[in-house]
T-cell receptor
């Protein structure tokens, strides 16, 4: 069965303290791995899509990487406005269905 | 470019009633998917439509149904509402060809009392 696991469940960081979020997956025929950011009461906001092992993408303080079994979202020198839940999802087979992990709730304190 | 629009934003319904939620995808997007988000289960896939055809369905009872119109707008319906149907219902649109980015609306917050 296709599965996505994110860790840690929650992460508290001091402003400027870099860290990484993990997303491990087991899926047949990966077509893409997606990272989203979700603020309370809002829909997920698209961040990155990664398609193959070794691929990396960056956006401001965020950098996503992909291996054959997991993806990391690295946050460099985070700011309080980076506080949100970060969701990882995979797409496989011949469908656009996304399989989500349960997310990492990030809090960044000044 | 307008994003994904979901209406209404909030709904309060009574057990046993039915409800219809609407989703207008990004212009040019032909794939629409629906998800249920609850604190305990996270984001769970409901169904996916492409060019008015349901391509995939999640593990939800038959009370949950949907459809897509020729202009790609989609609706989902939940009949005989139960307390456990209280959730944030999210719609995502994408081009529908391969592993393309899916963009979400703000969701409809459904509360069943």
């Amino acid at each position: 069965e296709d599965q996505v696991t994110q860790s840690p469940e929650a992460l508290r960081l001091q402003e400027g303290e870099s860290s990484s979020l993990n997303c491990s997956y087991t899926v047949s025929g990966l077509r893409g791995l997606f990272w989203y950011r979700q603020d309370p009461g809002k829909g997920p906001e698209f961040l990155f899509t990664l398609y193959s092992a070794g691929e990396e993408k960056e956006k401001e303080r965020l950098k996503a990487t992909l291996t054959k079994k997991e993806s990391f979202l690295h946050i460099t020198a985070p700011k309080p406005e980076d506080s949100a839940t970060y969701l990882c999802a995979v797409q496989a087979g011949n469908t656009d269905k996304l399989i989500f992990g349960t997310g990492t709730r990030l809090q960044v304190f000044p | 470019k307008a994003g994904v629009t979901q209406t209404p934003r909030y709904l309060i319904k009574t057990r046993g009633q039915q409800v219809t939620l609407s989703c207008s995808p990004i212009s040019g997007h032909r794939s629409v998917s629906w998800y249920q988000q609850t604190p305990g289960q996270g984001l769970q896939f409901l169904f996916e439509y492409f060019s008015e055809t349901q391509r995939n369905k999640g593990n939800f009872p038959g009370r949950f149904s949907g459809r897509q119109f020729s202009n790609s707008r989609s609706e989902m319906n939940v009949s005989t509402l139960e307390l456990g149907d209280s959730a944030l219902y999210l719609c995502a649109s994408s081009l529908g060809f391969g592993a393309t980015e899916a963009f979400f609306g703000q969701g409809t917050r459904l509360t069943v009392v």
